[in-house]
């Protein structure tokens, strides 16, 4: 069957089965003829199961090494339960925060947020995790990079190709046609080599010094 069978039949969309399949968790069968997905009954029953464990929070990770046989259902369970208790605990402690917030603090002009902050750094000191707000920053900031470069290299490999088709059309002398084509390759390969430098400086933690407080 075709991919929009399997849209239709489970739920998931297009996108997110193509994600599955770049995650390693869905391998369909090549229709040795022309190369296109060919989905099978057992794909779908694969899926139905992926969705089920996404909507439950369990990673593409986990869900893969159970689809691989590389640990059981039940165990990968007793970990995402456990791991969701820990969640469920800092949750209950940010609400109380929240309430003794709203009850000690009613404006802004009576917050003291350096004592509550301390409250907070105790409480991380005994096992309770809070939003952390760089690693939300930084994840933000590459996916703007990746969208943008991909953004750029689609628009110059378009230009590419459209030179390559009026080529075909009416050849122009070769040394004119590489000259044509330097521009957008050139902007393709300083895109490329600029979101790799960015992806380094995100990972090297250029916000760091800015956001310790």
């Known amino acids: 069957m ?3 069978q399997m849209e239709e039949l489970v739920g998931v969309t297009k996108k ?26 057992r794909d779908v029953e694969r899926l139905k199961t992926i969705k089920l464990l996404r909507r439950l929070d369990v990673s593409c990770a986990a869900i893969r090494q159970v689809l691989e046989g590389e640990r059981s259902l039940a165990d ?3 970990q995402h339960m456990t791991d969701l208790e820990k969640r469920q ?9 929240c309430e003794r917030l709203k009850t000690e603090a009613p404006t802004l002009g ?8 301390e409250t907070m750094k105790t ?16 994840g933000k900031r590459r996916g703007g990079a990746i969208l943008s470069a991909a953004v750029w290299i689609v628009l110059m490999g378009g230009l590419i190709l459209a030179a390559l088709w009026g080529n075909q059309a009416d050849p122009l002398p070769t ?11 050139a902007v393709i390969i300083g895109v490329v080599i600029a979101l790799i430098q960015r992806m380094k400086e995100l990972k090297g933690g250029e916000f760091d010094e800015a956001r310790k407080y």
């Open 175 to 185: 040394g004119v046609l590489i000259a044509i084509l330097a521009v957008p390759a």
């Open 76 to 78: 990968c369970l007793d």
């Open 16 to 41: 997110n089965i193509r994600f599955y399949e770049d995650q390693g968790l869905l391998r369909p069968e090549r229709n040795p003829a022309n190369g296109y997905r060919e989905y099978s009954l």
């Open 123 to 138: 409480l991380e000191k005994g096992g309770i995790t809070f939003m952390d707000v760089e690693k939300s920053d930084v």
């Open 2 to 4: 075709k991919i929009n």
């Open 89 to 97: 605990r800092d949750v209950g402690h940010m609400l109380e925060l």
């Open 110 to 117: 009576d917050l003291n947020a350096a004592e509550y902050l």
